[in-house]
């Protein structure tokens, strides 16, 4: 499971990923102490990417919708722990909507992306999951002094700040197998030409996962347990980060804003790096309810 605790082991992998010292963080350390032992050495091939997907959505994206839409869902994403305390959704014919209120604006910036051409330049431009990227990708984040602050006003404390970075870094096995449509085999056994762009199965199967968490908790109520809402909770938290920060890059390019190229590439990544880790998570902790989780029945 992927939760948002730094254990020993996890923070040794990220500081070996980063090229830090053990001995310069601490056990649980910040993404203030990692910022202040971190290199700064910027990769020329993220400079490079980022340039290119700047290039190829110049004036293609609606920087005032994408604004707007950014702030609304942000709002609702800090309301993320009210829907938590609300546990099941009420409701008798139907589950009243909590977890699709969160993610309602999200789908016009998803939509707004998609008419844009948006997937496709990252699927043209970005690489498929390899260590090393992913480990530029960890530097780069990092080094973003505004990721912090805009995980703080999504609800983040340290500790849960660390742990996506730690999702980004520490999942390298899992994140290989989700490669960019264009090299999925051709004779596999599904037909390839329908299966969408890496960047929008992250971004968009994160929002369907979330979207469809009212229904699913409603219908299953009697198995349901509180640590499966709390474990629910994290993943989708996690994820709605993910997808906001695929968001905040988007807008930096329509806005020309302060990230750096190489920052934008390593926004894009590793936004879409969280959503995707998480959404394996949400699976086994909130959707597969197997008989050792459940809440046990009445008549046991």
């Not at 530029?136 to 973003?144: K, M, N, P, S, W």
């Not at 096995?173 to 085999?185: F, N």
Request: glycine residues 6%; aromatic residues 6%; contains cysteine.
């Amino acid at each position: 499971m992927t939760r948002q605790q730094i254990t020993i082991d996890g923070r040794d992998e990220l500081t070996d990923a980063l090229g830090i010292s053990r001995s310069d963080v601490g056990e649980r350390p910040t993404l203030s102490e990692l910022r202040q032992t971190v290199e700064t050495e910027t990769d020329p091939e993220f400079a490079s990417m980022g340039e290119a997907i700047r290039d190829d959505m110049a004036g293609a994206l609606d920087a005032d919708l994408l604004a707007s839409e950014l702030a609304a869902f942000e709002e609702q994403i800090a309301r993320l722990s009210e829907v938590r305390d609300a546990g099941i959704p009420e409701g008798t014919e139907e589950p009243e909507a909590l977890y699709r209120k969160i993610v309602q604006p999200s789908w016009r910036l998803y939509d707004h992306l998609v008419e844009a051409g948006f997937f496709e330049s990252l699927e043209e431009r970005l690489p498929r999951f390899t260590p090393e990227h992913i480990e530029q990708t960890a530097h780069e984040l990092v080094r973003l002094d505004a990721l912090s602050e805009e995980l703080d006003g999504l609800g983040f404390d340290e500790r849960e700040k660390t742990v996506l970075v730690m999702n980004v870094v520490n999942n390298n096995t899992r994140l290989a197998r989700w490669v960019p449509t264009k090299e999925i085999p051709s004779d596999v056994e599904f037909d390839v030409e329908h299966v969408p762009p890496l960047h929008k199965r992250a971004m968009g199967g994160a929002l369907l996962w979330v979207n469809s968490m009212d229904v699913h908790l409603w219908q299953k109520e009697v198995l349901v347990t509180e640590e499966i809402l709390d474990d629910g909770y994290w993943d989708v938290k996690a994820m709605l980060a993910g997808v906001d920060l695929i968001a905040r890059a988007a807008l930096d390019i329509a806005e020309n804003g302060a990230m750096s190229d190489s920052q934008l590439v390593a926004a894009l990544t590793g936004g879409a790096a969280i959503a995707i880790v998480n959404q394996e998570e949400i699976c086994k902790d909130v959707y597969w309810i197997t008989e050792e989780k459940r809440n046990p029945s009445p008549a046991r």
